[in-house]
Nanobody, 127 residues
Framework: QVKLVESGGTEVQPGGSLMLTCVPS???????????MGWFRQAPGRAREFVAA????????FYTDSVKGRFTIFRDAHYNSVSLQMNSLKTEDTATYYC?????????????????WGRGTQVTVSS
């Protein structure tokens, strides 16, 4: 059962911006303070890679090096949502972006530690 829904993906030109949003598909889905919410992406023919994560307890944020300074992850504890603001997009950012929940509470960049995933939203950066 898919418990998260991503939105906001579309085609954009290099240098453009997009905001991705992830919300629970089930109103009983709860993000506890010990959890981590993350964004991953997967380009065709490539492995899924970590993009960004945020701890629910203290809003600590983590990013992969290639997006630092360009992407920002936000959380909204009231609505149980997490967003990814992407600026200065590059062609190499083209991928399907996935939102996921880590109930393990650590190893924020390890996809195996994330239990619940959305179906993804496609981001295409092209001129």
């Amino acid at each position: 059962q898919v418990k998260l829904v991503e939105s906001g993906g579309t085609e954009v030109q290099p240098g453009g911006s997009l905001m991705l949003t992830c919300v629970p598909s089930d109103p009983t889905f709860v993000i506890y303070s010990s959890h981590i919410m993350g964004w991953f992406r997967q380009a065709p023919g490539r492995a899924r890679e970590f993009v960004a994560a945020v701890t629910w307890r203290n809003n600590k944020k983590f990013y992969t090096d290639s997006v630092k300074g360009r992407f920002t992850i936000f959380r909204d504890a009231h609505y149980n949502s997490v967003s990814l603001q992407m600026n200065s997009l590059k062609t190499e950012d083209t991928a399907t972006y996935y939102c996921a929940r880590n109930t393990y509470g650590s190893m924020y960049d390890d996809a195996l530690k994330y239990d619940d995933w959305g179906r993804g939203t496609q981001v295409t950066v092209s001129s």
